[in-house]
Nanobody
């Protein structure tokens, strides 16, 4: 059974930092893209970051230079480090995964479409 469980959300002031973690199980992460997407109230889902099995990453322009994604296949965890947070980063954050063929790539904008996803963790940034 596939499971993805996010943790680490919370409230922070503008300019602050938060770290999210996703513990996953039930699939072979070595052939999956792993990523994060977010959804703010009344807005479309936004693919934020994704990391491929070889460590290559893809970012949304809205978080480039501020957010970092990393994966540890041995520990079955996916992490998201968020720095210089802005009010517009306020959203529910979800980790997600999708099988990828060996010659395929992982793109941030596709993450909201991934078939495996967690329940989400709330991030609130206030001034």
């Amino acid at each position: 059974q596939v499971q993805l469980v996010e943790s680490g959300g919370g409230s922070v002031q503008t300019g602050g930092a938060l770290s999210l973690s996703c513990a996953f199980s039930g699939f072979n992460s070595n052939n999956h893209c792993l990523g994060w997407f977010r959804q703010a109230p009344g807005k479309e889902r936004e693919g934020v970051l994704v990391v491929a099995k070889d460590g290559r990453t893809s970012y949304s322009n809205s978080v480039k230079g501020r957010f970092t994604i990393s994966r540890d296949n041995a520990k079955n965890t996916l992490s998201l480090q968020m720095n210089s947070l802005k009010a517009e980063d306020t959203a529910m954050y979800y980790c997600a995964a999708r099988y990828i063929v060996p010659w395929g790539g992982c793109e941030a904008e596709k993450v909201p479409e991934y078939n495996y996803r967690g329940q989400g963790t709330q991030v609130t940034v206030s001034s």
